[in-house]
């Protein structure tokens, strides 16, 4: 089981390294970490079969106990380009899961040193919503894939072009 910090900006991924430990069979599935920093946590478990779960808790302002519940379930991968219309890899984009309407996370197109490539790792198996964004353009797209237990699917999003938009200004249905 592995704890990770959600890392704030200013914050390097060596100021707060994961903590892992072993669930053993005579804690009853309990396991506990103290004196934590507050803020946004995320627990990741994997058992010797490949079932994954994870979970987020908010750790409260001033100190205090968060109490999480993971549910292992069998998982995939999801991995693909985000590109602009005419095809460009999009550099300093993100794409960001859904399943059933909750967040699962998201992936900055940087990954693996290839301008344009996102990954995602241990998703629930079933459909995935996934939502691209490039800020240089604000141009977006969404697409559905399905997560396939212990396989990787690869895909490629397309962002939209930007429309135009016109607006009328009126008064009591008189143009202003």
């Known amino acids: 089981m592995t704890l990770l910090h959600n890392l ?65 379930q069998p998982v995939g991968n999801l991995r693909g380009m985000l590109l602009q219309p005419d095809g460009t890899a999009v550099p300093a ?31 629930p198996t079933g459909v995935v919503l996934l939502e691209g964004w490039d800020p240089d353009t604000r141009q977006t797209c969404r697409a559905t894939a399905q997560v396939r237990e212990n396989q990787t699917t690869e895909l490629v999003l397309t962002s939209n072009d930007l429309g135009q938009v016109d607006i009328r200004v009126s008064k009591a249905a008189v143009p202003v």
């Open 93 to 123: 984009g993100r794409v960001d899961a859904y399943q059933g309407g909750r967040w699962l996370g998201l992936s900055h197109t940087q990954q693996e040193g290839v301008v344009g490539h996102f990954a995602f790792t241990g998703l």
């Open 8 to 72: 704030q900006v200013a914050a390097a991924a060596s100021d707060f390294p994961p903590l892992g430990q072993r669930l053993q069979a005579s804690s009853n599935g309990t396991l506990l970490w103290e004196d934590l920093l507050e803020g946004r946590v995320k627990v990741h478990l994997q058992d010797p079969n490949g079932l994954q779960g994870a979970a987020t808790a908010e750790i409260p302002f001033g100190g205090g106990d968060a109490e999480v519940l993971v549910r292992l």
